[in-house]
């Protein structure tokens, strides 16, 4: 069974940094492509970033480019989403989810959401 822990959220003020961390178990990690979505307060859940599985591609959102750094160690079966000059419009809960593939343009693999980390970033 699929299973997939988000941790690392927390409060942050304004320009500060947070390490969110997607422990996986339940397939073959270096298979899929690795992704971390959000889901802002009576917002839609949205794609922040994607890596191969290969740790050797990845594409963010434009909202935050620049700013995440997402990474995968393929042999901890871990995916980490760095995230520096937090603002407050990032605030949400983080999920991370696989892909159905090896590549950023696979689809979405249907496995239920985990709980998700939330983060928090006021003044």
């Known amino acids: 069974q699929v299973q997939l822990v988000e941790s690392g959220g927390g409060f942050v003020q304004p320009g500060g940094s947070l390490r969110l961390s997607c422990a996986a178990s339940g397939f073959s990690f270096g298979d899929n492509a690795m992704s971390w979505y959000r889901r802002a307060p009576a917002e839609r859940r949205e794609l922040v970033a994607t890596v191969s599985a290969d740790g050797g591609t990845v594409t963010y959102d434009r909202s935050v480019k620049g700013r995440f750094t997402f990474s995968r160690d393929n042999a901890q079966r871990t995916a980490h989403l760095h995230m520096n000059f937090l603002q407050p419009s990032d605030t949400a809960v983080y999920y991370c989810?696989?892909?159905?593939?090896?590549?950023?343009?696979?689809?979405?693999?249907?496995?239920?959401w985990g709980q998700g980390t939330q983060v928090t970033v006021s003044a």
């Open positions: 989810n696989r892909m159905d593939g090896p590549d950023i343009w696979s689809d979405r693999a249907k496995d239920n």
